[in-house]
């Protein structure tokens, strides 16, 4: 049995062919959020997909290291239009207090880009908040925008 996670599943059941010298099997599935691929290849069963849940007290540990935690790498960085700015946020409660102060053409700078929606989706793990960037960014008026990514970060995160 193989099991893979990840964005491209074709290419660690394509190793594992390679080793044992078959053919990789037809129809390995794209995977969603929170999906493994599972290929009994003994069964001669098309690869299909499995949903997983991660443990209650994982996701709480995360959430406090997103929220008061250091992200290292991962932290998000105001740069500004320009590269005049480098505003480390190493979790969300610093990136919600840099944001409340952070002038306008540097919000607009991030947000037009899809960098609060990329670093919340991709670095912080978190679809839910990742939608109210999306939201954010058809938002007219910036405060607007700050105020509705600013509300549901502090809702999910310091309530």
């Given at each position: 049995?193989?099991?893979?996670?990840?964005?491209?599943?074709?290419?660690?059941?394509?190793?594992?062919?390679?080793?044992?010298?078959?053919?990789?099997?037809?129809?390995?599935?794209?995977?969603?959020?929170?999906?493994?691929?599972?290929?009994?290849?003994?069964?001669?069963?098309?690869?299909?997909?499995?949903?997983?849940?991660?443990?209650?007290?994982?996701?709480?540990?995360?959430?406090?290291?997103?929220?008061?935690?250091?992200?290292?790498?991962?932290?998000?960085?105001?740069?500004?239009?320009?590269?005049?700015?480098?505003?480390?946020?190493?979790?969300?409660?610093?990136?919600?207090?840099?944001?409340?102060?952070?002038?306008?053409?540097?919000?607009?700078?991030?947000?037009?880009?899809?960098?609060?929606?990329?670093w919340f989706r991709h670095s912080v793990h978190d679809?839910?908040?990742?939608?109210?960037?999306?939201?954010?960014?058809?938002?007219?008026?910036p405060a607007e925008s700050k105020k509705h990514i600013?509300?549901?970060?502090?809702?999910?995160?310091?309530?």
């Amino acid at each position: 049995m193989v099991l893979t996670l990840g964005e491209n599943p074709v290419y660690p059941i394509e190793q594992f062919c390679k080793v044992l010298g078959i053919p990789p099997p037809k129809g390995i599935p794209v995977l969603g959020e929170n999906e493994v691929c599972v290929w009994e290849r003994e069964q001669s069963v098309a690869p299909y997909t499995a949903h997983y849940r991660l443990p209650a007290q994982l996701q709480q540990r995360h959430k406090k290291k997103y929220a008061q935690g250091d992200m290292d790498y991962n932290s998000f960085v105001f740069t500004g239009k320009e590269g005049q700015l480098h505003l480390v946020a190493n979790n969300l409660l610093l990136f919600a207090h840099i944001a409340e102060g952070i002038d306008t053409e540097t919000w607009l700078y991030h947000l037009q880009r899809k960098d609060f929606t990329n670093w919340f989706r991709h670095s912080v793990h978190d679809e839910e908040l990742a939608k109210a960037g999306v939201e954010a960014e058809e938002m007219s008026d910036p405060a607007e925008s700050k105020k509705h990514i600013l509300e549901m970060i502090s809702k999910k995160y310091t309530a």
